[in-house]
């Protein structure tokens, strides 16, 4: 903090979207300098719920050596859905479950696929005020009660920065999270 500014910088390993997560660190030591820096551990995860983080978390661990995992402490009784669909049928099935997800949650959804995928899969989903199509990184600080996510492996393939990038996207659901792949 300082006369006329204040920052809060997350330095959350696993969610860098720099391609060289040391380079990132490196460059904010230096942007830092020798200004007084006051670290805080973040424990406790009220975002998503345990269910949701489970399956982020290993996906974590996948991302980065020994990611510091919160704990989650809310539970849904729902678990993260996996469904894989023949890559003919890929977009119909985003289409039905982007549908079923507005039926089941009262907030807003996210459909989130790769950047080339995003006109193709915004062309077939509902029109819903509480609906967004986004590729991963636009995702980045943001949640919603439900997520879809398109093709998981291609998220991981597509990104600079591969598992951290699902990660990121995974931990945007608080409710609800279906992953639809070929």
Same mark, same amino acid.
Do not use: C, M
């Given at each position: 903090?300082?006369r006329?500014a204040s920052w809060?910088?997350?330095?959350?390993?696993a969610q860098?979207?720099w391609?060289?997560?040391?380079e990132?660190?490196?460059?904010?030591d230096?942007?830092?300098?020798?200004?007084?820096?006051?670290?805080?551990?973040?424990?406790t995860?009220?975002?998503n719920?345990?269910?949701i983080?489970?399956?982020?978390s290993?996906?974590?661990?996948?991302a980065?050596?020994?990611?510091?995992?919160?704990?989650?402490?809310r539970?849904t009784?729902?678990d993260?859905r996996?469904e894989?669909?023949?890559e003919?049928?890929?977009?119909?099935?985003?289409a039905?479950?982007?549908r079923t997800? +507005?039926?089941?949650?009262? /907030?807003? $959804? %996210?459909?989130? *696929? &790769?950047p080339? #995928?995003v006109?193709? !899969?915004a062309?077939?989903v509902?029109?819903?005020?509480?609906l967004?199509?986004?590729d991963p990184?636009?995702?980045?600080g943001?949640?919603?009660?439900?997520v879809? +996510?398109?093709?998981?492996? /291609?998220? $991981? %393939?597509?990104a *600079? &920065?591969?598992? #951290?990038?699902?990660y !990121?996207?995974l931990?945007?659901?608080?409710?609800r999270?279906?992953?639809?792949?070929?």
């Amino acid at each position: 903090r300082g006369r006329t500014a204040s920052w809060t910088i997350v330095g959350d390993e696993a969610q860098s979207s720099w391609p060289d997560p040391t380079e990132s660190s490196a460059a904010r030591d230096d942007a830092l300098g020798s200004l007084p820096v006051h670290r805080f551990r973040l424990s406790t995860n009220y975002r998503n719920s345990a269910e949701i983080y489970e399956l982020a978390s290993r996906v974590a661990i996948r991302a980065i050596e020994h990611p510091d995992l919160a704990e989650a402490v809310r539970r849904t009784g729902v678990d993260p859905r996996h469904e894989v669909v023949p890559e003919a049928d890929l977009l119909e099935r985003v289409a039905a479950e982007t549908r079923t997800l +507005l039926g089941l949650v009262e /907030g807003t $959804v %996210a459909v989130v *696929a &790769s950047p080339s #995928r995003v006109a193709r !899969v915004a062309a077939v989903v509902p029109a819903d005020d509480r609906l967004r199509v986004l590729d991963p990184l636009d995702t980045k600080g943001l949640e919603f009660d439900g997520v879809v +996510l398109v093709d998981p492996d /291609g998220i $991981v %393939a597509d990104a *600079a &920065s591969g598992w #951290r990038t699902l990660y !990121v996207v995974l931990t945007r659901a608080t409710q609800r999270l279906v992953t639809v792949g070929a």
